[in-house]
Every structure is written in C-alpha cells, then in structure tokens.
C-alpha cells in the first residue's frame, strides 16, 4: 500500500490524530494530582475533541501563572487554564473569559454554590469560570508512629506543637517535611496567624490589610512564633517539592507536614486509603476555622473557535458526580453544597464538617499565599517579604511591618 494511503487510514481511525485538540494549561503534577487530572481527561472522551494536557510543575501554580500571562500576552492562550481566586475576575476584566452561565443555570448554581464560592466566579453578573473543589489548608498531617516511637502525643496547641517539634528535633528526628519553596513556607504563616488572631483578625490583616490589623500584637505574635519554627527548622530548607515532603512523612522520614489537603490525595493515590498512622488535625488556633483554596478551569475566548462547543464538556464538569470523584482523587471538598460525603476518607469527612461550620460563623477565610485572598501583584509582595522573613533571623518583625504597609500604601492596589 502506499504510504500516504498508509498514514491516512491510520489518522482517519486514531482520535488523538482526527480530532482537534483543546489544551489545559494547570500545575497538576504529583500522583494525586496526576490522577484527578485523569478524570478531567475521561469527560472529553464523548467529545470529538482531545484534551491536550500542559503541565507546568511548581506547588502552588506560580511557574503555571506566569507561563499564562506570557503566553496570553503573546496571543496564544491555551484554551483552558487551571485558576485560582480573585486573577478568575481579573482574566474577565481583560475579556479573555468564556462565561459560563449556561452550565451554571443547568446546576443551579444560584443555590448550589456556596456563597464566597459564588462571588469569586462572577464578572459583571456573568459566572466567568468552573469552581471543581475546596481544599483546606489549615491542617496538620501528623506521623502518630514517629510520635508514639518517642512518648509524644498529637499536640493540640501551639505550645504542644511546639515543644514536640522541639523535642523531636533534639532526638535527631525531623520534625517537619517543609521544602524551600516560598509557597510552602509562607502557607504555614497564615495557619499561624490564623491560630493568634482568630477569623476576624486575619481578615483584617491579610485579605484587607488593614493597618491597625498588620500593627496589632496579634501580628507582632505571629512573627514570633513564625520565628520560633524558623529556629527550629533552620533556614537550609531542602528542595524537596510538597509532595516528596508528603512521601517522607507517610514513611516515617518526617513526623509533621502542614499543608493544604492535596497530600491527602497524594496519600490516597499512593495507599488507596489515608494509612492508619497517619492523623489529620487542624492546625491549633484559638478560634475554630477553614482557611480555603478552590480550584477552577476557565475556557479562553480567544483560541476556542465557533465550532468548538464546549458546553457539554463544561456542564459535564460540573455535574454533582464529577466533582464527588474528583475530590475523592484530590484530597477535597466538591464545590457546590448538597454533594453528600459519606463516600470521602476521614480527613475529607471532617473537612467538610468543619467547612459548613465555619462557613455558617463566618470563620472560612480565603488563602492568601494560594491566590484567594488578594490580587497576585498583593500577594506576590506580602508572600516575599514573609519568606525573607523566615529565611533571615536579622529582619525583625517592625521591619517586615514597615514592609507590609508600603506595600498596602504604594502602586499595588
Ligand atoms: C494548589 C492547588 C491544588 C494543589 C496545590 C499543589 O494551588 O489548589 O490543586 O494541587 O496547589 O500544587
């Protein structure tokens, strides 16, 4: 046969070559990560489209969120990108968002999205992007036989928590699987100031920046204690990425790790299930609460032409089952209210609880260093300034306030 001949039969019989393809640009991939994704992939498979996966590694999405910018700025977005937060409105505002209504009419989303959920995926009255799930990020992932193999319990306050990572330290165990990353690294700063102040103060402080919140004790005690983790840890973090921090910890390399819940699907992607030595517990705080993180897909106007209707795929996205099992890979919360959970692991049961709780009091507070809480330009400042901060014991903490307040007062707003 000829070869062109050859070659033709073999496009007009393989999807992958007959189809066009439509390509997600995100930061999913560590294994739990890599297997939600896979979920995504599935919902295409009705469609005469294939999803083209583009991963940009880096916890946290930076590398990703930056690669989008350039590549939108160069006029070749990818079709849809993995976003988190307030940039959702920001993106719209610039007219790069498909809106979404249809697919939010189809799942009620007037009623079926949480409040703060809701408003985060609006622009001018049009929902501007797809909300998948809530990952919690005030939580410790605590090794129980690392801490049974030396008489220490699971602490509960800030002081136990202390003084086991302290003593775990002098017994030459590692007590903390935190990698050098200013992602990873700040994050355990709002569970911190979270702890000190409780939900209305870290409001103030960190979404609005007020300046009496930043000037209050309650800041200057959070540095504190940010300082003390400093000392105990060290500023010669490892370059290990939060997953290989999770893998660590699951082993025993490590007794704590604080993190948001993505290392639970990480655990649950390696272990099928959450491993009986390994306890999940809110970081200690004086006042209960959720700090918050939610993924979302927004499609691009721009690349996606007329005849690619996506709005199957997107409603199908959305669909109560969809978002149930693709928390149970990610480690999550679904995203819209009235999923039940009783199908989750443990750690993900009590989030929920504990989710629906604080949302009721008021006390679930957006992530700042995961893009929720402030504009990226905000929080790209305010995350440096804390991570010289931890990373330098001679910047005292009148030094990181000054700081703060420039910022709030200069060109950032
Ligand atoms: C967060 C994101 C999660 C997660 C984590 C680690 O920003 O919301 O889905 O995977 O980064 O990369």
Redesign the pocket.
């Known amino acids: 046969m000829k070869k062109w001949l050859l070659l033709s039969l073999l496009v007009s019989m393989n999807p992958a070559f007959s189809s066009p393809s439509v390509e997600m640009l995100h ?4 294994g ?2 890599e297997k ?1 994704l896979s979920l995504i992939e599935k919902q295409f498979e009705s469609l005469p489209y294939v999803l083209k996966s583009e991963p940009i590694s ?4 930076a590398p990703a969120k930056a690669i989008l910018q350039a590549r939108a700025i160069a006029g070749y977005s990818p079709d849809i990108a ?1 976003m ?1 937060g307030p940039a959702i409105q920001s993106w719209a505002a610039l007219g790069f968002l498909n809106n979404v209504n249809e697919v939010a009419a189809s799942h009620g989303w007037g009623q079926s999205l949480y409040p703060d959920i809701k408003a985060i995926h609006q622009y001018e009255g049009n929902y501007v992007a797809i909300p998948l ?1 809530i ?1 919690r990020l005030n939580w410790m992932w605590i090794n129980k036989k690392v801490l049974n193999q030396h008489q220490l319990s699971s602490p509960q306050t800030w002081e136990s928590l202390l003084s086991a990572l302290t003593t775990l330290k002098g017994k030459g165990v590692n007590p903390l699987a935190l990698g050098e990353d200013s ?1 990873q690294v700040v994050q355990v700063f709002e569970n911190i100031a979270f702890g000190v102040g409780g939900a209305n103060y870290y409001r103030e402080a960190f979404v609005d920046l007020d300046p009496d919140a930043l000037n209050s004790d309650k800041t200057f005690e959070a540095l504190n204690r940010f300082r003390s983790l400093a000392n105990i840890v060290g500023s010669d973090l490892p370059n290990m990425s ?2 290989q921090g999770t893998k660590a910890m699951l082993e025993g390399e490590f007794a704590f790790q604080f ?2 819940d ?1 290392a639970l ?1 990480e655990m649950l992607s390696a272990e099928g299930e959450i491993p009986d030595h390994i306890e999940c517990r809110a970081f200690p705080s004086t006042e209960k609460g959720f700090i918050y ?3 979302s897909l927004a499609f691009f106007t721009n690349v996606t032409g007329e005849d690619h209707n996506m709005t199957p795929v997107m409603t199908s996205l959305s669909s109560p089952q969809f978002l149930l099992d693709f928390s149970k890979k ?1 480690g ?1 919360i679904p995203a819209q209210a009235n999923i039940p959970v009783s199908e989750l692991s443990r750690c993900q049961r009590q989030s929920y609880q504990d989710y629906i709780h604080a949302s009721s009091e008021g006390t679930a507070m957006p992530s700042l260093t ?2 929720m809480a402030v504009n990226p330009v905000l929080q790209n400042a305010v995350s440096n300034e804390l991570y010289r901060y931890f990373m330098n014991s001679s910047i005292s903490a009148e030094t990181l306030i000054g700081h703060l307040h420039a910022i709030n007062n200069e060109v950032f707003r």
């Open positions: 930061w999913w991939t560590a739990g990560e939600a880096g916890g946290g999405g993995l988190e799930n990952h992602w939060w997953d993190t948001g993505w699907g993180n939610v993924d990610k999550s995961d893009s």
